[in-house]
Protein backbone atom coordinates (compact mmCIF):
# COMPACT_ATOMS: atom_id res chain seq x y z
CA UNK A 1 0.00 0.00 0.00
CA UNK A 2 3.06 2.41 0.91
CA UNK A 3 5.95 2.63 -1.17
CA UNK A 4 9.09 2.50 1.24
CA UNK A 5 10.18 6.21 0.91
CA UNK A 6 6.16 7.33 2.11
CA UNK A 7 5.78 4.68 4.92
CA UNK A 8 7.12 6.96 7.45
CA UNK A 9 3.78 8.62 7.52
CA UNK A 10 2.46 7.44 10.57
CA UNK A 11 5.52 7.92 12.95
CA UNK A 12 5.43 12.26 13.15
CA UNK A 13 1.50 11.97 13.95
CA UNK A 14 1.98 9.49 16.83
CA UNK A 15 5.69 11.04 18.03
CA UNK A 16 3.86 13.90 20.46
CA UNK A 17 1.35 10.71 21.32
CA UNK A 18 4.32 9.15 22.45
CA UNK A 19 5.79 12.03 24.18
CA UNK A 20 2.62 12.27 25.67
CA UNK A 21 1.59 8.88 26.92
CA UNK A 22 5.23 8.06 28.23
CA UNK A 23 5.80 11.27 30.25
CA UNK A 24 5.12 10.35 33.78
CA UNK A 25 5.01 6.67 32.93
CA UNK A 26 1.07 6.28 33.00
CA UNK A 27 -0.89 6.46 29.70
CA UNK A 28 -4.01 6.96 31.32
CA UNK A 29 -2.73 9.55 33.11
CA UNK A 30 -1.23 11.42 29.91
CA UNK A 31 -4.66 11.33 28.72
CA UNK A 32 -6.22 13.35 31.05
CA UNK A 33 -7.21 10.47 33.59
CA UNK A 34 -8.89 9.19 30.58
CA UNK A 35 -8.89 4.92 30.29
CA UNK A 36 -6.94 4.39 27.16
CA UNK A 37 -9.08 2.40 24.96
CA UNK A 38 -9.47 1.98 21.35
CA UNK A 39 -11.80 4.86 20.35
CA UNK A 40 -9.27 6.78 22.10
CA UNK A 41 -6.24 5.68 20.56
CA UNK A 42 -8.01 6.50 16.94
CA UNK A 43 -8.73 9.98 18.62
CA UNK A 44 -5.15 10.46 19.45
CA UNK A 45 -3.59 8.60 15.99
CA UNK A 46 -6.13 10.95 14.53
CA UNK A 47 -5.09 14.17 16.02
CA UNK A 48 -1.44 13.11 15.69
CA UNK A 49 -1.34 12.26 12.16
CA UNK A 50 -2.98 15.88 11.68
CA UNK A 51 -0.67 18.11 14.04
CA UNK A 52 2.13 16.32 12.24
CA UNK A 53 0.59 17.14 9.00
CA UNK A 54 0.45 21.04 10.03
CA UNK A 55 3.78 20.78 11.49
CA UNK A 56 5.63 19.25 8.24
CA UNK A 57 3.54 22.09 6.32
CA UNK A 58 5.50 25.06 7.70
CA UNK A 59 8.87 23.15 6.27
CA UNK A 60 6.91 23.48 2.79
CA UNK A 61 6.90 26.85 3.27
CA UNK A 62 9.44 27.82 5.46
CA UNK A 63 12.48 25.47 4.56
CA UNK A 64 15.74 26.76 3.39
CA UNK A 65 16.85 23.57 2.24
CA UNK A 66 15.16 22.17 -0.84
CA UNK A 67 15.95 18.76 1.17
CA UNK A 68 13.93 19.53 4.10
CA UNK A 69 11.35 21.57 2.11
CA UNK A 70 10.81 18.11 0.61
CA UNK A 71 10.84 15.95 3.29
CA UNK A 72 7.95 17.89 4.85
CA UNK A 73 5.95 17.57 1.66
CA UNK A 74 6.63 13.71 2.23
CA UNK A 75 5.38 13.87 5.98
CA UNK A 76 2.17 15.72 4.56
CA UNK A 77 1.55 13.31 1.76
CA UNK A 78 2.40 10.16 4.14
CA UNK A 79 0.38 11.82 7.05
CA UNK A 80 -2.23 12.09 5.24
CA UNK A 81 -2.61 8.59 3.99
CA UNK A 82 -2.25 7.23 7.53
CA UNK A 83 -4.56 9.47 8.57
CA UNK A 84 -7.17 8.66 5.97
CA UNK A 85 -7.01 4.75 6.55
CA UNK A 86 -7.19 5.12 10.40
CA UNK A 87 -10.40 7.18 9.43
CA UNK A 88 -11.78 4.77 6.92
CA UNK A 89 -11.06 1.85 9.39
CA UNK A 90 -12.94 4.08 12.52
CA UNK A 91 -15.79 4.41 9.82
CA UNK A 92 -15.57 0.48 9.40
CA UNK A 93 -15.34 -0.30 12.85
CA UNK A 94 -18.25 2.45 13.48
CA UNK A 95 -15.69 3.54 16.56
CA UNK A 96 -16.25 7.50 17.27
CA UNK A 97 -12.48 8.84 17.94
CA UNK A 98 -13.30 9.87 21.58
CA UNK A 99 -9.79 12.48 22.38
CA UNK A 100 -9.24 12.09 26.19
CA UNK A 101 -10.01 14.68 28.31
CA UNK A 102 -7.61 17.62 28.52
CA UNK A 103 -5.95 16.51 25.87
CA UNK A 104 -2.07 17.29 26.33
CA UNK A 105 -1.08 16.38 22.75
CA UNK A 106 -3.00 19.57 21.46
CA UNK A 107 -1.43 21.91 24.05
CA UNK A 108 1.99 20.56 22.55
CA UNK A 109 1.08 21.12 19.28
CA UNK A 110 -0.09 24.26 19.51
CA UNK A 111 4.01 25.31 21.50
CA UNK A 112 5.78 23.52 18.73
CA UNK A 113 3.50 25.54 15.55
CA UNK A 114 4.36 28.91 18.20
CA UNK A 115 7.86 27.90 18.15
CA UNK A 116 8.99 27.04 14.40
CA UNK A 117 6.54 29.90 13.64
CA UNK A 118 8.45 32.11 14.85
CA UNK A 119 11.57 31.02 13.34
CA UNK A 120 13.15 31.23 9.45
CA UNK A 121 15.85 29.80 7.15
CA UNK A 122 18.64 27.79 8.75
CA UNK A 123 17.42 28.11 11.98
CA UNK A 124 13.80 26.93 10.87
CA UNK A 125 15.43 24.01 8.94
CA UNK A 126 17.60 22.81 12.11
CA UNK A 127 14.68 23.40 14.68
CA UNK A 128 11.74 21.56 12.52
CA UNK A 129 14.46 18.49 11.72
CA UNK A 130 15.23 18.01 15.76
CA UNK A 131 11.46 18.24 16.23
CA UNK A 132 10.71 15.49 14.28
CA UNK A 133 13.55 13.31 15.79
CA UNK A 134 12.09 13.86 18.75
CA UNK A 135 8.71 13.54 17.77
CA UNK A 136 9.61 10.10 16.48
CA UNK A 137 11.69 8.78 19.25
CA UNK A 138 9.06 9.69 21.43
CA UNK A 139 5.98 7.93 18.92
CA UNK A 140 8.44 4.50 18.94
CA UNK A 141 8.78 4.52 22.09
CA UNK A 142 4.90 4.92 22.94
CA UNK A 143 3.95 2.54 20.35
CA UNK A 144 5.60 -0.09 21.26
CA UNK A 145 5.30 0.25 25.14
CA UNK A 146 2.03 2.13 25.48
CA UNK A 147 -0.12 1.92 22.62
CA UNK A 148 0.17 -1.44 20.95
CA UNK A 149 -0.39 -3.42 24.51
CA UNK A 150 -3.43 -1.12 25.08
CA UNK A 151 -5.35 -1.95 21.51
CA UNK A 152 -7.87 -4.45 21.89
CA UNK A 153 -9.52 -4.59 18.36
CA UNK A 154 -7.44 -6.91 16.12
CA UNK A 155 -7.54 -4.49 12.95
CA UNK A 156 -6.96 -1.46 14.46
CA UNK A 157 -3.72 -3.27 15.83
CA UNK A 158 -2.54 -4.69 12.37
CA UNK A 159 -2.88 -0.77 10.86
CA UNK A 160 -0.84 0.49 13.97
CA UNK A 161 1.69 -2.39 13.51
CA UNK A 162 1.85 -2.26 9.83
CA UNK A 163 2.54 1.68 9.99
CA UNK A 164 4.92 1.43 12.76
CA UNK A 165 8.33 0.80 11.42
CA UNK A 166 7.55 3.88 9.12
CA UNK A 167 8.39 5.66 12.40
CA UNK A 168 12.23 4.70 12.47
CA UNK A 169 12.33 5.66 9.00
CA UNK A 170 11.11 9.28 9.23
CA UNK A 171 13.31 9.49 12.37
CA UNK A 172 16.27 8.22 10.29
CA UNK A 173 15.61 10.70 7.34
CA UNK A 174 15.07 13.61 9.89
CA UNK A 175 18.47 12.74 11.77
CA UNK A 176 20.36 12.44 8.44
CA UNK A 177 18.71 15.20 6.66
CA UNK A 178 19.84 17.53 10.16
CA UNK A 179 23.33 15.41 10.58
CA UNK A 180 24.02 17.10 5.85
CA UNK A 181 22.66 20.48 6.48
CA UNK A 182 24.83 23.27 5.80
Do not use: W
Request: proline share 3%.
Amino acid sequence: MFSRTRCTVLPSGLALLAALTLQGGVARAQAGNSKLDDPTIVAIFDAANTYDMQTAALAETRARSKDVHEFGEMLVRDHGAVRQQGRDLAASLKVTATPPTDFALAKAHVEAMTKLRALKGGDFDRAFLQHEIDYHNAVIDAITKTLLPAIQNARLKDLVTKVAPAFVAHRDRAQNLLDHLK
